[in-house]
């Protein structure tokens, strides 16, 4: 990120939105809440780094399909 000179900002709770960062940090809090939901990816137990991000990219798959699938034709 700094090669492309993107600064890392985060907001801290109860401090006032500076651009808006409040948004931005309830998405992020809510991503990791839906990944929480699959126990395997709360505590990470996998020893190699491959699996552990192919059960990470199996669980955003899944979050995708049920919301498609909820919000019907």
């Known amino acids: 990120m700094r090669k492309?000179?993107?600064l890392p900002v985060t907001s801290r709770?109860?401090?006032p939105d500076i651009k808006s960062l409040g948004k931005l940090r309830y998405?992020?809090?809510q991503?990791?809440?839906l990944l929480h939901q699959f126990k395997r990816?709360?505590?990470r137990w996998e020893r190699?780094?491959?699996l552990h991000d192919a059960f990470v990219s199996l669980?955003?798959?899944?979050i995708?399909?049920?919301?498609?699938k909820k919000a019907g034709p």
């Open 4 to 6: 492309r000179r993107i």
């Open 48 to 50: 190699r780094t491959e």
């Open 27 to 29: 998405v992020v809090e």
């Open 13 to 15: 709770k109860g401090a």
């Open 64 to 68: 995708c399909w049920r919301r498609l």
């Open 31 to 33: 991503t990791f809440a």
């Open 41 to 43: 990816l709360d505590v």
């Open 59 to 62: 669980a955003c798959s899944l």
